[in-house]
């Protein structure tokens, strides 16, 4: 009887003993004799390179611990970097008897200084898609293996990347710390702390469970974060959560610069006031839409519908159209190159050039396409502005206005136009029709004390190129006309054309009265930003003024001629020309005391008004009926005169005459 007993207790002594000598191995050796059939283990099922180069160790128990330093799991082949994951430290803890029928069960897991590169190639296929070696690597085929995220995971000075070549956009995240807790099959709470961009990051949300992801079942997110001073919030889901497609959440933003999302999210949004918006924000596909958005920028309100296009290989394309019931322009002059404006008080310098020479920047226009339809039904602000429509075509760096449409002073800017900026040195072209301005309105919306009534209209067909305000003047050409009729100007209004202007013409002849003006025209020739006046008429009940000369912009100077026909005399006896020269910005009138212009020449620049100031008419003309203007009664009478003064003149007179001219 003792013999079966002691056999049988040596048999059972047999595993103990094994188990013993086990151990005693392990607590002498270490577990680093582990490492490579771990890693080719992991290898097989995943199809990737694993290494473990550093030691490796296992505290047992029915929750067994397992720490693996210097541990490298290998990226996609088409991938640059060598590896997908990187940790100097890993450390985690799982349930002993789950793995005994074949499931996985981690309790907890910790990283550091780990480093996890998500990419997307350009043939959209992402690097976490897996191709195991065998099918017998744990989960190649058939059903994938029962596996939860762990209860608790914390994350510490580690890097989080995710790059798309598709459409070359670059998200690099360190994380100071990530801690995320949830029930096994339940919810988890995320938190993080860390940088984006050298920006302090801050993150707390709640995400679905994995097995919702694993099954691509529809994925909660509730997100909310804060990266420097913009702070973002979402709510939603993800309906094809593997694929990262079908978002659909809500939206609310908040920043203190729009041009914040161009350092964030590679938008080419320009410099602005602070800003919120909130809207449906979706994914299909390569398509982020934001819908049905309300929100402020500055004192401006905006709503509409947008959506921008990650196309690959391309530059993306933004699709919007939004609508602003109160815009106040002071919030968006960073769209057009100026810097956000400052209550400071303070004044440019006193010799500071009129037109800027800082340079434009055509960075962001070159970075997105764009088709914009814009419409702001009031505006606010320092600006002569009522309402605004612009529909706008963006491709390449070449943004073309078709149109662009500024109402204000009661009447009409109405532009077609293309900026082209494809090249080093950016190219304008495009034209402007000017109609119906009431001047009374305009010297009041400027908020200026000067007396002034009547109905201003304008063409110009112009072309330019150049990186600055100052260069593209410098190199303007083309043609400019502007007419004015039915009103009336007091001296001071004159002042601005020049210092003592309004005292030649205005106080001279009518005193302290207002002039009235039944036809005021310029038409110039433009070249090389120089304005050689091809038309200047100031028609009054008592005095004909015309002119020649030139204005510069590119040396910001101008020399004008003002000849002066009074009207109780005969044509041939005129008073003193008027000079207006200097620089733009310090211009002076002044009285010639010799030199009439012939009667020869009078009728050469008297005829020369006919055909430009033709075309201006109609600008002024809306609404009056069939009963003529004072610019067409003034154009038959210049016809008349002109036809008048056709007869030859002697030769001396008409060599005078040219001079003169």
């Given at each position: 009887?003792?013999?079966?007993?002691?056999?049988?207790?040596?048999?059972?002594?047999?595993?103990?003993?094994?188990?013993?000598?086990?151990?005693?191995?392990?607590?002498?050796?270490?577990?680093?004799?582990?490492r490579r059939p771990?890693?080719?283990?992991?290898s097989?099922?995943?199809?990737?390179?694993?290494?473990?180069?550093?030691?490796?160790?296992?505290?047992?128990?029915?929750?067994?611990?397992?720490?693996?330093?210097?541990?490298?799991?290998?990226n996609?082949?088409?991938?640059?970097?060598?590896?997908?994951?990187?940790?100097?430290?890993?450390?985690?803890?799982?349930?002993?008897?789950?793995?005994?029928?074949g499931?996985?069960?981690?309790?907890?897991?910790?990283?550091?200084?780990?480093?996890?590169?998500?990419?997307?190639s350009?043939?959209?296929?992402?690097n976490?898609?897996l191709e195991?070696?065998?099918?017998?690597?744990?989960?190649a085929?058939?059903?994938?293996?029962?596996?939860?995220?762990?209860s608790?995971?914390?994350?510490?000075?580690s890097?989080?990347?995710?790059?798309?070549?598709?459409?070359a956009?670059?998200?690099?995240?360190?994380?100071?710390?990530?801690?995320?807790?949830?029930?096994?099959a339940?919810?988890y709470?995320?938190?993080?702390?860390?940088?984006?961009?050298?920006?302090?990051l801050?993150?707390r949300?709640?995400?679905?469970a994995?097995e919702?992801?694993?099954?691509n079942?529809p994925?909660?997110?509730?997100?909310?974060?804060?990266?420097?001073?913009?702070?973002?919030?979402?709510?939603?889901e993800?309906?094809?959560?593997?694929a990262?497609?079908?978002l659909?959440?809500?939206?609310?933003?908040?920043?203190?610069?729009?041009?914040?999302?161009?350092?964030?999210?590679?938008?080419?949004?320009?410099h602005?006031?602070?800003?919120?918006?909130?809207?449906?924000?979706?994914?299909?596909g390569?398509?982020?839409?934001?819908?049905?958005?309300r929100?402020a920028?500055?004192k401006?309100?905006?709503?509409?519908?947008?959506a921008?296009?990650?196309?690959p290989?391309?530059?993306?394309?933004?699709?919007?159209?939004?609508r602003?019931r109160?815009?106040?322009?002071?919030?968006?002059?960073?769209?057009?190159?100026?810097?956000?404006?400052?209550?400071?008080?303070?004044k440019?310098?006193a010799?500071?050039?009129?037109?800027?020479?800082?340079?434009?920047?055509?960075?962001?226009l070159?970075?997105?396409?764009?088709?914009?339809d814009?419409?702001a039904?009031?505006i606010?602000?320092?600006?002569?502005?009522?309402?605004?429509?612009?529909?706008?075509?963006?491709?390449?760096g070449?943004?073309?206005l078709?149109?662009?449409?500024?109402?204000?002073?009661?009447?009409r800017l109405?532009?077609?136009?293309?900026?082209?900026?494809?090249r080093?040195?950016?190219?304008?072209?495009?034209?402007?029709?000017?109609?119906?301005?009431d001047?009374?309105?305009?010297?009041?919306?400027?908020?200026?004390?000067?007396?002034?009534?009547?109905?201003?209209?304008?063409?110009?067909d112009?072309?330019?190129?150049?990186n600055?305000?100052?260069?593209?003047?410098a190199?303007?050409?083309?043609?400019?006309?502007?007419l004015?009729?039915?009103?009336?100007v007091?001296e001071?209004?004159?002042?601005?054309?020049?210092?003592?202007?309004?005292?030649?013409?205005?106080?001279?002849?009518?005193?302290?009265?207002?002039?009235?003006?039944?036809?005021?025209v310029?038409?110039?020739?433009?070249?090389d930003?120089?304005?050689?006046?091809?038309?200047?008429?100031?028609?009054?009940?008592?005095?004909?003024?015309?002119?020649?000369?030139?204005?510069?912009?590119?040396?910001?100077?101008m020399?004008?001629?003002i000849?002066?026909?009074?009207?109780?005399?005969?044509?041939?006896?005129?008073?003193?020309?008027?000079d207006?020269?200097?620089s733009l910005?310090?211009?002076?009138?002044?009285?010639?005391?010799?030199?009439?212009?012939?009667?020869?020449?009078?009728?050469?620049?008297?005829?020369?008004?006919?055909h430009?100031v033709?075309?201006?008419?109609?600008?002024?003309?809306?609404?009056?009926?069939?009963?003529?203007?004072a610019?067409a009664?003034?154009?038959?009478?210049?016809?008349?005169i002109?036809?008048?003064?056709?007869t030859?003149?002697p030769?001396?007179r008409?060599?005078?005459?040219?001079?003169?001219?």
């Amino acid at each position: 009887m003792k013999r079966p007993l002691v056999v049988a207790g040596l048999l059972l002594a047999i595993p103990v003993v094994l188990l013993a000598l086990f151990l005693v191995a392990i607590e002498v050796f270490g577990w680093n004799w582990a490492r490579r059939p771990i890693a080719n283990r992991i290898s097989a099922a995943t199809g990737r390179e694993v290494q473990i180069a550093g030691d490796l160790d296992v505290d047992l128990g029915w929750r067994p611990r397992v720490t693996a330093e210097r541990v490298a799991f290998g990226n996609a082949d088409w991938s640059a970097a060598p590896n997908m994951f990187s940790a100097e430290r890993l450390a985690f803890r799982f349930r002993l008897l789950p793995l005994l029928i074949g499931r996985m069960r981690i309790d907890e897991l910790r990283l550091a200084g780990a480093d996890l590169r998500f990419e997307k190639s350009s043939q959209g296929i992402g690097n976490w898609e897996l191709e195991p070696r065998s099918a017998g690597g744990g989960g190649a085929s058939g059903e994938r293996s029962d596996f939860h995220l762990p209860s608790a995971i914390l994350v510490e000075s580690s890097g989080l990347h995710y790059i798309d070549h598709g459409t070359a956009r670059v998200f690099d995240f360190q994380l100071a710390r990530l801690a995320a807790e949830g029930a096994e099959a339940a919810v988890y709470t995320v938190e993080a702390d860390g940088t984006y961009r050298e920006l302090p990051l801050t993150a707390r949300g709640v995400l679905g469970a994995l097995e919702l992801w694993t099954r691509n079942e529809p994925y909660p997110v509730r997100v909310s974060a804060r990266v420097g001073p913009t702070r973002a919030r979402l709510h939603g889901e993800l309906r094809e959560p593997r694929a990262l497609q079908g978002l659909n959440a809500r939206l609310e933003l908040r920043g203190e610069d729009l041009h914040e999302l161009w350092t964030l999210l590679g938008l080419p949004l320009a410099h602005s006031p602070a800003y919120q918006v909130a809207g449906r924000l979706t994914r299909e596909g390569d398509v982020w839409g934001l819908h049905k958005f309300r929100g402020a920028l500055g004192k401006s309100d905006m709503r509409g519908d947008l959506a921008v296009e990650l196309r690959p290989q391309r530059r993306p394309l933004l699709r919007a159209a939004v609508r602003s019931r109160v815009l106040d322009l002071d919030d968006v002059e960073g769209f057009w190159g100026k810097e956000v404006r400052e209550e400071n008080g303070s004044k440019p310098a006193a010799k500071r050039p009129i037109l800027s020479d800082e340079p434009f920047s055509f960075a962001k226009l070159r970075a997105m396409d764009a088709d914009l339809d814009f419409r702001a039904q009031q505006i606010h602000g320092r600006s002569l502005l009522e309402n605004v429509v612009l529909d706008l075509d963006l491709e390449g760096g070449r943004a073309r206005l078709h149109p662009l449409q500024l109402g204000f002073a009661g009447g009409r800017l109405v532009s077609n136009a293309t900026i082209d900026a494809r090249r080093d040195t950016a190219a304008l072209d495009g034209d402007l029709v000017l109609s119906s301005i009431d001047l009374e309105r305009l010297l009041r919306d400027l908020e200026l004390q000067h007396k002034g009534k009547g109905t201003i209209g304008g063409r110009a067909d112009l072309r330019t190129h150049g990186n600055s305000l100052r260069q593209m003047a410098a190199h303007l050409d083309g043609e400019l006309g502007a007419l004015m009729q039915d009103g009336e100007v007091g001296e001071t209004l004159l002042e601005l054309v020049a210092i003592d202007f309004g005292e030649a013409i205005v106080a001279h002849v009518y005193g302290n009265k207002p002039a009235p003006v039944e036809c005021a025209v310029g038409t110039f020739d433009i070249e090389d930003g120089r304005f050689e006046a091809r038309t200047l008429l100031f028609d009054s009940h008592d005095v004909r003024l015309t002119g020649e000369g030139w204005i510069d912009l590119a040396r910001e100077e101008m020399d004008l001629r003002i000849h002066q026909h009074p009207k109780d005399f005969s044509i041939g006896t005129l008073r003193s020309p008027i000079d207006i020269q200097g620089s733009l910005a310090e211009r002076k009138a002044t009285v010639r005391k010799s030199g009439l212009f012939r009667r020869a020449g009078a009728a050469a620049a008297l005829g020369a008004l006919l055909h430009p100031v033709a075309a201006l008419i109609p600008l002024v003309e809306l609404g009056r009926g069939e009963k003529p203007g004072a610019c067409a009664a003034a154009i038959s009478d210049l016809e008349r005169i002109a036809r008048a003064d056709s007869t030859p003149a002697p030769p001396a007179r008409r060599a005078s005459g040219s001079k003169g001219k």
